[in-house]
């Protein structure tokens, strides 16, 4: 079956240490984005890609970083920089050009 | 900047009653419009799509939006809730394949 496979599905991070959420695709969609989800405050923005070896700054980008080295795969890093990063963290991809965005099951990150 | 509101935070209506979740939105010009929803610790899910055409639109699990470009309003509709509807509802606004602006969410409980 197609669609968006994000792992872990819960990650725990040290102080001062640095986390990377994986999120990878089948579905051939050239755009895909990193979205953070936190109670009562809908989804924001982290990053977006909408072609390999190419992304953009989102809403809410200070303390993350990503990569896009292959049209599946959109891994996103939480730094140490990222002072506050317990969230719901959400990847999901589109057909460039098109809507909509199709979403997977998450990573919830928590702080040890 | 656009802007997407959900004025209802939460609402609990009874099983087989009517539902409507509301969505008002800010844009330079009309967006491609979505209701999404949320099942607890999952992605989200496309219920229905607006892109132009006949603004009423359905979707799946017998939800219907309406969108009235006077009001700049899309809201969410069903005319019997059943007790597995129970989840958040997310509006969101965008463009081609630029980024999604989303709601704060409005979270449904039905009550037996």
């Known amino acids: 079956d197609g669609g968006i496979t994000q792992s872990p599905k819960y990650l725990f991070r040290k102080e001062g240490q640095n986390v990377t959420l994986s999120c990878e695709q089948n579905l051939n969609h050239d755009a895909m984005y990193w979205y953070r989800q936190d109670p009562g405050q809908g989804l924001r923005l982290i990053y977006y890609s909408q072609i390999v070896n190419d992304f953009q700054k989102g809403d809410i980008a200070e303390g993350y970083s990503v990569s896009r080295e292959k049209k599946e795969s959109f891994p996103l890093t939480v730094t140490s920089a990222q002072k506050n990063p317990t969230a719901f963290y959400l990847c999901?991809?589109?057909?460039?050009?098109?809507?909509?965005?199709?979403f997977g099951d998450g990573t919830r990150l928590s702080i040890l | 900047a656009q802007s997407v509101t959900q004025p209802d935070i939460h609402i609990t209506v009874s099983e087989g009653a009517s539902l409507e979740l509301r969505c008002n939105y800010s844009y330079g010009a009309t967006p491609y419009l979505f209701w999404y929803v949320q099942s607890p610790g999952q992605g989200l899910q496309l219920l229905l799509k607006?892109?132009?055409?006949?603004?009423l639109v359905q979707g799946i699990k017998g939800f219907e939006a309406e969108f009235k470009r006077s009001q700049s309003s899309f809201n969410l509709r069903k005319p019997s809730v059943h007790w597995s509807d129970a989840a958040e509802y997310f509006c969101?606004?965008?463009?081609?394949?630029?980024?999604?602006?989303f709601g704060t969410g409005t979270r449904l409980t039905i009550i037996p």
């Open positions: 969101a606004v965008g463009f081609g394949n630029e980024k999604l602006t």
């Open positions: 607006y892109f132009s055409g006949d603004t």
């Open positions: 999901a991809s589109t057909v460039a050009g098109d809507q909509p965005q199709h």
